[in-house]
């Protein structure tokens, strides 16, 4: 099974959905959270973005060294590099003053 799931294909799927799947994950419990609490915004964008991708590339390296399946983590880790190229074009703006 796991050389079946070994692709880049695969891993391109699988990890820009779970980048989406983790961003809902984060925006709809911190929001829960907040909307209890009475308070504001516990993590600006920028920083939701950021964790998200910070825990990515952590599971990159979990496919990649400890469960060997490279062509997926290569996959995986295109996922992440196109999502941080995204960030970086639609935030430029706030960078450059």
Request: with cysteine.
């Amino acid at each position: 099974m796991r050389d079946k799931l070994d692709n880049l294909i695969t891993g391109l799927l699988f990890g820009s959905s779970a980048i989406y799947l983790l961003y809902l994950l984060f925006e709809k419990g911190i929001y829960i959270m907040l909307h209890n609490n009475g308070k504001g915004y516990l993590l600006f964008p920028p920083r939701l973005q950021l964790c998200i991708l910070v825990i990515m590339v952590i599971t990159m390296r979990l496919f990649m060294i400890n469960l060997k399946m490279h062509k997926f983590g290569k996959g995986w880790l295109a996922s992440v590099f196109i999502a941080a190229l995204l960030y970086f074009y639609f935030v430029k703006d706030q960078f450059i003053k």
